[in-house]
T-cell receptor
């Protein structure tokens, strides 16, 4: 298994509070991703990073921010959590972002279940 | 733009029966296609991928998928289901290689496979 950990694994918080989720990898992969998983929607990309301090938005980035100060860590922050952000959040990593090469496989962490009351 | 449709959110088969999970894609460029599996309370794991080599792709755990351009399909099959195959399966599409940058994965909504004795 790829060395990816997510913390916390479960969190319950209240509307309006800030929340930070952490993804840590030991593979030294350049690309890191945050997805959310919701029933009927599969996985949707929130943000991704292609290097230290290099990040970009995915398809559902509103209400989320990210930071990557070290290769191994990618943080996802909900500045003011809302009930619509109740979801399971997955971090993923890959060596390359260019699909089709030998290094394009995305490896996923175990997920964080976030409940916003 | 790319999109993925997985027909059937739930599929139930008997142990030993054929498994067929359907995936149709839409892509304006030659696609790269993936199947991922998610076991309960775990992250996603790559089963197999099509990247324009052989149209019949073999993956782990006895699964295979066939790319059919004329039908825009990439259905996942396994000749004989095992109880351990019970999981959720996601089809994903990406738009092909780029130099640098990132090719995002678009996931289908998922198909939950149940295997009964």
């Amino acid at each position: 298994d790829a060395g990816i950990t997510q913390s916390p694994r479960h969190k319950v918080t209240e509307t309006g509070t800030p929340v930070t989720l952490r993804c840590h990898q030991t593979e030294n992969h350049r690309y890191m991703y945050w997805y959310r998983q919701d029933p009927g929607h599969g996985l949707r990309l929130i943000h991704y990073s292609y290097g230290v301090k290099d990040t970009d938005k995915g398809e559902v980035s509103d209400g989320y921010s990210v930071s990557r100060s070290k290769t191994e860590d990618f943080l996802l922050t909900l500045e003011s959590a809302t009930s619509s952000q109740t979801s399971v959040y997955f971090c993923a990593i890959s060596e390359s972002g260019a699909i089709g090469g030998g290094t394009d496989t995305q490896y996923f962490g175990p997920g964080t279940r976030l409940t916003v009351l | 733009a790319q999109s993925v449709t997985q027909l059937g959110s739930h599929v139930s088969v008997s142990e030993g029966a054929l498994v067929l999970l359907r995936c149709n894609y839409s892509s304006s460029v030659p696609p790269y296609l993936f199947w991922y599996v998610q076991y309960p309370n775990q992250g996603l794991q790559l089963l197999l991928k099509y990247t324009s080599a052989a149209t019949l792709v073999k993956g782990i755990n006895g699964f295979e998928a066939e790319f059919k351009k004329s039908e825009t399909s990439f259905h996942l099959t396994k000749p004989s289901a095992h109880m351990s195959d019970a999981a959720e399966y996601f089809c994903a599409v990406s738009g092909g290689m780029r130099t640098g940058g990132y090719n995002k994965l678009i996931f289908g909504a998922g198909t939950r496979l149940a295997v009964h004795p």
